[in-house]
């Protein structure tokens, strides 16, 4: 559900900038994954946010007033298709488990709106939207 560009980096930014370590970031994708463990208990083999069904993704995707208005708005901006929605809500609640957090914000549903863009952008090289097709 994810595409991710990742640009070229110049040898003075590697550099300068010292990012979140390796160490964090495994820290932060375990915490992550407890979340998802205590949220699924038994009901899964894989109890991953990506596993969840349409129903599931109601019960656990819990927006702020202000994540439902933008996401609101992508809907029907971007012509989301039911199932595009839940991808979206899915990589939104992922986001939302990295950060710590149990609701889901505007942040999150923004940059989870941006990989789906990406992958819009990366299937339909002329434009077209495939959503409706999902």
Known sequence: ???????????????????????EVAARVEGARERQRERFGDQHSYPVNSAMGPAEVRRHCRLTTEATRLLDRAFERLGLSARALDRVLKVSRTLADLAGS??????HVAEAIQYRALDRRMSCPDGASRERRN
């Open 102 to 107: 149990e609701a889901i914000s505007p942040a």
């Open 1 to 23: 559900d994810l595409h991710v560009e990742v640009p070229a980096v110049r040898l003075d930014e590697l550099r300068a900038a010292a990012g979140e370590g390796t160490a």
